[in-house]
């Protein structure tokens, strides 16, 4: 028999595990709202040489990392597995194989200890990342999820249904970031480092076209973006430049990629951030208009961003726009056991027979 929660119970806690990336997470929360730990694992290192996340490398060290962060997760907080009332588990979206790694462990700790198992969808995650911090968050929302994997915008009902408004037809925007980072010649994951850099370029340097989208408007793209940042090194000849700095080490802090990147490459770099902050921008500001909602969301991994973050501040959209903290913008697993806690009140617990999906929709 499963422990069953009384929902008038203060106090629930519920271990978190998320592994649907490059991130091996654990984190134990109490009642959706109180982080007693947070543990992640970042698989950076190992993908760097490879320009962007391999999917077997990523499975290998899930296996490798699952026990020991979960341990940190659970002595960090300072509890024993009967302090605990469920385990939360990312069901997908993600990788196939690093999905497999933290749903296996999700079940072998619920089936051992007698918990209830919560599946929680991982862009769900996301957006809980900031209701948990941000309980004064008023719902019905705009949620605008932008990831290495995700650009989504979502509208947020007050009984957590969600509605896909509009998405990426191509690439994600931290895709982009990586993408573009990466035929500059710095290394994975190039988000933070031109986010960085941009500081110091003209935004207003080069105007690139806007994508025109057919059908729904608020749909983004940011293929042609990353193309028309690939003309422009061709058509400046800064093939020299780029090589140069692929042989930085990867490692280096902010002050060794401005020492290698000239100015015109740094207006390049603010150009196409303020490109992408201007495509975000204005859905946010088209949906807060047209849609009577409380709120303004931004989660995911790109909501790291400081020239993101600043436009937003400036918008003065008519409601208020919440961010994460940076710790809970990338992956974690905090969010993962945030977003279980109404589904274990409600009772919404999963069997063993519980499956990852690669493709889970929201
Ligand atoms: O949410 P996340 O950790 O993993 C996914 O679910 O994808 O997001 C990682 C993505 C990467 O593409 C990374 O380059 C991007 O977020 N990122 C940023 C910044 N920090 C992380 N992009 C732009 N500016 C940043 N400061
Ligand atoms: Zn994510």
Redesign the pocket.
């Known amino acids: 028999m499963l422990r069953v929660p009384n929902s008038q119970t203060n106090n629930l806690r519920i271990l978190g595990i998320e592994s649907?990336?490059?991130?091996t997470a654990a984190s134990v929360v109490a009642d959706g709202r109180t982080v007693l730990s947070s543990a992640v694992s970042s698989q950076i290192d190992t993908h760097r040489k490879y320009g962007g996340v391999v999917p077997e490398l990523a499975s290998r060290e899930h296996l490798r990392a699952i026990v020991p962060v979960v341990e940190e997760a659970m002595t960090s907080a300072g509890l024993t597995w009967t302090a605990l009332d469920g385990v939360a588990v990312t069901q997908g979206p993600g990788l196939a194989g690093s999905l497999l790694v933290g749903m296996t462990y999700a079940k072998a700790i619920a089936f051992a200890h007698n918990l209830p198992l919560i599946a929680v969808n991982?862009l769900e995650g996301?957006i809980h990342a900031v209701l948990l911090e941000h309980p004064e968050t008023e719902l019905p929302a705009i949620a605008l999820i932008?990831?290495?994997?995700?650009t989504h915008l979502y509208h947020v009902r007050g009984n957590f249904e969600y509605e896909l408004i509009a998405r990426t037809r191509d690439d994600?925007?931290?895709?982009a970031?990586?993408k573009v980072?990466k035929l500059l010649g710095y290394p994975y994951?190039?988000?933070?480092i031109?986010?960085k850099l941009a500081a110091f370029g003209d935004p207003l340097a080069i105007r690139f076209t806007r994508a025109q989208m057919k059908g729904n408007a608020l749909d983004l793209s940011f293929s042609g973006l990353k193309t028309a940042v690939l003309r422009w090194t061709e058509a400046n000849g800064i093939g020299a430049e780029i090589e140069a700095r692929r042989r930085v080490p990867p490692d280096g802090g902010i002050a060794d990629w401005l020492a290698a990147t000239p100015a015109t490459t740094l207006n390049l770099i603010a150009s196409f951030q303020q490109t992408v902050i201007d495509e975000l921008l204005s859905r946010l500001r088209k949906l807060t208009d047209e849609h009577p909602v409380k709120a303004v969301i931004v989660t995911?991994?790109?909501a790291?961003?400081?020239g993101?973050r600043a436009a937003a501040a400036r918008a003065a959209l008519s409601v208020p726009v919440y961010f994460p903290t940076?710790s809970l913008?990338?992956?974690n697993a905090a969010m993962i056991a945030a977003a279980a806690f109404p589904k274990l009140v409600r009772g919404e617990v999963a069997d063993m027979s519980l499956r990852a999906k690669a493709s889970l929709a929201l």
């Open positions: 649907s990336c490059d991130e991982h996301h932008v990831s290495g994997g995700h994600a925007a931290g895709e970031y990586d980072a994951p190039g988000g933070p031109l986010d995911g991994g790109v790291c961003n400081s993101l940076p913008s990338t992956d």
